[in-house]
C-alpha cells in the first residue's frame, strides 16, 4: 500500500487533512471516513514518499498547524503558479466531491 496525503475543505475553509496508507486515493479517503478521520468537505488527495510523514503525523487528523511542521515554507497557492505546475500538480492529485466523501454522490458513482 501507499501514503496518500488528503486534504478536507469547504468553499472557502480548511477542514483537516490525513495522511493514510491506501491502495488509491479513493480507498484511503474511504479508510479515513471508515475510522473517523474525515471531517466532511470535498477531498483533495495525493501519493507522497513513504519518509515525508512522520509518525506523530499519520493516522490522525490534522490541522493547520500540523501541516505547516510537516512542510516547512508551505507550499505554492494554485493561482500563483505557472501554467506547467498547475498540469503537472493536476496530473498527480485526485479530487472527490463533497457527495462522493459522504457516499451520496449519484453523479460519480
Known sequence: MKWFYLSYAVPGKFMGAVILRGESVEDAAEKARERGLSPGGQV????VPSHLPPWPYRNRLLTKEDI???????????KDA??????????????????????????HQ
Open 68 to 78: 505547516d511542521a510537516i512542510f516547512p515554507g508551505g507550499g505554492i497557492r494554485l
Open 44 to 47: 483533495l488527495g495525493i501519493e
Open 82 to 107: 505557472n501554467q506547467d505546475d498547475v498540469e503537472a500538480f493536476k496530473k498527480r492529485t485526485t479530487i472527490i466531491c463533497e457527495d462522493c466523501e459522504k457516499g451520496l454522490c449519484k453523479v
